[in-house]
Nanobody
Framework: VQLQASGGGLVQAGGSLRLSCAGSGHSFRHYSMGWFRQSPGKDREFVAYINPSGSTTSYADSVKGRFTISRAKTTVYLQMNSLQPEDTAVYYC?????????????????WGQGTQVTVSS
């Protein structure tokens, strides 16, 4: 599976962005997908998870109610609303073949290249 993330950019506080992660490979639809983010000097942190069918999602407490993960065929999305400066980070999509909701970067075997999100105050 190869993953390609896109959709990052510069937005003012309170604004919205939608990130996309395009997956290639016939097994993509069987993979659980996640979004992580990393700020300078910080560890990569879990943001959101979605299972292969899209029936189960989970979120970090810091984004719950503002971010929504979804998937359609070969793409996974992260809709980000009410963005705040603390959401500034490089965002990565990740994939793994089990349904385990890994909330650390360990256990995720496939990663996209990252897309920068910058929220100005």
């Amino acid at each position: 599976v190869q993953l390609q993330a896109s959709g990052g950019g510069l937005v003012q506080a309170g604004g919205s962005l939608r990130l996309s992660c395009a997956g290639s490979g016939h097994s993509f639809r069987h993979y659980s997908m996640g979004w992580f983010r990393q700020s300078p000097g910080k560890d990569r942190e879990f943001v959101a998870y979605i299972n292969p069918s899209g029936s189960t999602t989970s979120y970090a407490d810091s984004v719950k109610g503002r971010f929504t993960i979804s998937r359609a065929k070969t793409t996974v999305y992260l809709q980000m609303n009410s963005l705040q400066p603390e959401d500034t980070a490089v965002y990565y999509c990740a994939g793994q073949s089990s349904s385990t909701q890994f909330r650390t970067q360990y256990g995720w075997g496939y990663w996209g290249q990252g897309t920068q999100v910058t929220v100005s105050s």
